[in-house]
């Protein structure tokens, strides 16, 4: 049973990190710019701060469900978070990467402080881990939790991991160059933005 809790929290969290958002994007373009070692130190703080955010968010599904605007909310970091990612990134598109004495410590806490600031995997906790829960595919203690937190945190790390790997693949097989992939990113960046802007626009204006 533990093993399987385990597991799938790998699965699940593994999942959850393989559509393009703010945090396998910032792994790609660290890759690009930085190389595969900072990635995979922001990686592994990342994968930490993931275990205590599940967590949390599995421990208080039941309050979390009961915000009324807690997805309004979370649209709104969204957009500002994309938003600045974005326009940091566009401003320097064109700047090529400069070898720092501390890249290993930014690298860290720039994993530390987007795993905290990570609101999208909110409400997918709060589905994936209800349909987990009711469906008796995992249990509600403590140590459960624990299991299924680690789980989550490795399915984290691994997803990550493949994206900064293909990152450095796509790269030297393309001959793509830095000022090519940030503007990608950027642009993504903006994209996502206004999604959840237009998502807003959609709920409050619009259908009503």
């Known amino acids: 049973m533990i093993f399987l809790t385990f ?3 790998v699965i699940a969290n593994f999942i959850g990190y393989i559509p393009p958002g703010n945090i396998n994007l910032s792994v790609v373009q660290l890759t ?3 190389g595969l070692k900072q990635s995979l130190q ?8 993931e275990f205590f955010f599940t967590y949390f968010i599995m421990s208080a599904a039941d309050w979390l469900a009961q915000q009324v605007n807690l997805n309004t909310a979370i649209d709104w970091v969204m957009v500002a978070l994309f ?3 974005g326009v940091l990134t566009w401003m320097h598109r064109k700047k090529a990467p400069k070898p720092k004495k501390n890249e290993s410590r930014d690298s860290i806490t720039y994993g530390i402080l987007l795993g905290f600031l990570n609101p999208v995997q909110i409400p997918f906790w709060m589905i994936t881990g209800t349909y987990l829960i009711t469906h008796q595919w995992i249990e509600t203690g403590r140590l459960a939790l624990s299991i299924f937190s680690m789980g989550s945190a490795a399915g984290a790390f691994l997803c990550l991991f493949i994206y900064a ?10 001959y793509l160059s830095n000022k090519a992939i940030n503007t990608g990113i950027a642009v993504l960046f903006f994209a996502f933005a206004a999604y959840h802007i237009v998502k807003q626009l959609y709920l ?3 259908k009503h």
């Open 7 to 9: 597991f799938i929290g």
């Open 32 to 34: 690009i710019n930085k």
């Open 42 to 49: 922001f990686i592994i703080a990342f994968s930490c701060v």
């Open 83 to 85: 938003g600045t990612m």
């Open 165 to 174: 790997k293909s990152a450095r693949y796509v790269k030297d097989k393309l």
């Open 204 to 206: 409050h204006v619009f």
